[in-house]
């Protein structure tokens, strides 16, 4: 009997597993876009543009081989706009009475699709999703019995598991684990930026380009500029541009943040390998032989491979050890709503302006600024999580909740009380000053803490550390900063947790 195998749009690759068995005699690959996937968050424009653009040329590649493709658009008559109406169209017309589908990486579709079987009168077979380096099973065994997960040590898991960059006496190459210390050069004025590649867009992804316009002229960003790569060849032109002309300077410049420049050397893949346009184990490997080829310096290989074996494994491991509840944490008890500006780019603060202004632009911003600009304001300001979660998750072109949740709701604004980050992520403006040249350009003084013209990083910082002065204290990691802030002058201090209130009072005005 028939089979109908279904293909979620960030499950764009042949090595799916609910593709591994397929049989091209009997079985469809189903692919839908649905309006449900589009709006369940108001995604940016351009990665609605992405996603819908490289499902259609991933069938298309699907087609090429000889498989059979239904591939329902948008807006085709008769579309149910959701996954499950399409799933069972998609049954009764191919006459199956089986689907089989990758498990979703977000926790609301997996948990719908546990009820399909039922829904929709027949067998659903929910595989596990095997393009991850590190199984759930095994990352659960390795968090089992731990006082705290932290991701160094994960890491070098990872790092002996994968055997990247380990010698042959099975010890980290370079002689250590991590060269994050060499990865904190600020900027300088004469580098010249590669940037990522860019592809003309071509028919389908011009048609796509009209439709998102037309049916999602209300979301966030720009649609204008689309330059993203939409199909797997061009995203592994993309990873050897970037291992080419970025990777020899990523881990100096991996921290520094610019007004010249949106991407650095940053790789500007995270929207391909999250999408299965690109292969995780693949992407590492091409570093590593970078390294051996002399190619690209030890502190470039072992800091971007750590964000791939690392980071990325570790945060999808969490996400789905702490789902559900992990979402509804407030550790702070934060309630600010998210000041207008995160929508709009109009504030004074240069760094905020600079980092919202590009994402709204081209639906990127690289880890540092997440973290340390948006991220740091939204931790010191005390925004609201569900708000700032709903921003992240809709504003760039990488973002799904197995990824993003962990990143914002644990390491940016410390939600989840320290399961991600031992502590939080808090900075003054000194730190960006140190890594930017936005302090230069910007309408504050990042050398003054009160008044009406110091940079709100600061007072905000402070008055945060003083507003949660009782949990901090008891956190070893931050005692350096807690003896400063008992230290601090008690006038001063007055001074600028006055200026905190008056920036928070009226926070669309800084
Ligand atoms: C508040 C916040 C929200 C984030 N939301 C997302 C998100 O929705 N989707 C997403 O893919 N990443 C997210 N990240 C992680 C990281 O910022 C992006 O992966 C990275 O900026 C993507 O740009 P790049 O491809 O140029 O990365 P590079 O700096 O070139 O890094 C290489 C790759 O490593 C991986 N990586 C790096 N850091 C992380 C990390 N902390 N967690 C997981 N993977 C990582 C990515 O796949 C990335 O492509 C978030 C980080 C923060 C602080
Ligand atoms: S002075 Fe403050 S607000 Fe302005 S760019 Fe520097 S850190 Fe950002």
Redesign the pocket.
């Known amino acids: 009997m028939a089979t109908v195998r279904l293909i979620l749009g960030d499950q764009l690759s042949p090595a799916m597993s609910s593709l591994a068995d397929i049989d091209p005699e009997t079985d469809t690959i189903l692919l839908a876009e649905v309006m449900a996937e589009c709006t369940y968050v108001k995604h940016h424009k351009k990665k609605i543009i992405f996603v819908l653009s490289a499902m259609r040329h991933f069938a298309c590649e699907l087609e090429d081989q000889g498989f059979s493709v239904d591939y329902v658009k948008l807006i085709d008559k008769g579309n149910t706009g959701t996954l499950k109406g399409e799933a069972q169209r998609a049954l009764k017309k191919h006459k199956a009475d089986r689907l089989v589908v990758t498990r979703s990486g977000e926790f609301r579709l997996a948990e719908d699709m546990e009820t399909w079987s039922t829904d929709l009168g027949v067998d659903v077979e929910l595989r596990d999703d095997d393009r991850f380096l590190c199984k759930l099973d095994e990352f659960n065994e390795w968090a089992e019995g731990r006082k705290e997960l932290r991701m160094e040590y994960f890491y070098r898991e990872m790092r002996r598991k994968t055997s990247f960059l380990m010698d042959a006496d099975g010890k980290p190459e370079g002689g250590q684990w991590n060269f994050d210390k060499d990865n904190r050069k600020p900027i300088k004025d004469d580098l010249d930026f590669p940037g990522p590649s860019k592809f003309t867009p071509d028919e389908i992804t011009q048609e796509v380009i009209d439709l998102v316009n037309s049916e999602f002229a209300d979301h966030f960003g720009q649609s204008d500029g689309f330059t993203f790569a939409t199909t797997r060849s061009q995203a592994e032109h993309a990873l050897r541009r ?1 291992i080419q002309h970025a990777l020899p300077r ?1 881990g100096d410049y ?1 921290d520094a943040m610019t007004d010249k420049d949106p ?1 650095l050397f ?6 391909y ?2 999408a299965g346009l690109l292969d995780a184990h693949a992407v590492c490997a091409a570093a590593e032989n970078a390294y051996k080829n002399g190619d690209a310096p030890l502190n470039a290989a072992e800091g ?1 491979i750590r ?2 074996i690392g ?2 494994e570790f ?1 999808r491991g969490i996400y789905w050890r702490e789902m559900p509840d992990y979402k509804t944490r407030n550790t702070l008890d934060a309630t600010t709503p998210l000041p207008d500006f995160f929508w709009t780019g109009d504030t004074k603060m240069a760094c905020m302006a600079q980092a919202i202004g590009q994402t709204r632009d081209h639906a ?4 540092i600024q ?2 340390m600009v ?2 740091n304001f939204a931790l010191v300001a005390g925004l609201d999580p569900d708000e700032v979660n709903d921003w ?2 809709r504003v ?1 072109s ?3 909740e197995w ?2 949740l ?3 709701h644990g ?2 604004i410390w939600a989840d009380g320290g399961v991600v980050g031992s502590k939080p992520y808090a900075a003054s403006g000194k730190y960006i000053d140190r890594m930017s040249d936005h302090c230069s350009n910007c309408a504050y003084s990042v050398k003054e803490q009160t008044g009406d013209t110091a940079c709100p990083f600061n007072a905000l910082y402070w008055d945060f550390l003083a507003r949660h002065e009782d949990r901090f204290k008891k956190n070893g990691r931050m005692g350096l900063v807690m003896k400063s802030l008992e230290r601090m002058d008690s006038q001063k201090l007055d001074a600028t947790r006055q200026r905190a209130a008056k920036i928070l009072k009226n926070l669309d005005a800084v």
């Open positions: 970037f990523f991996q991407h940053h790789s500007v893949i995270s929207t390998l999250n971007f964000q791939i980071w990325r945060v990127y911003a690289h880890h997440r973290l948006t991220g992240y998750m760039y990488d973002a799904y990824v993003e962990p990143n914002t390491m940016a």
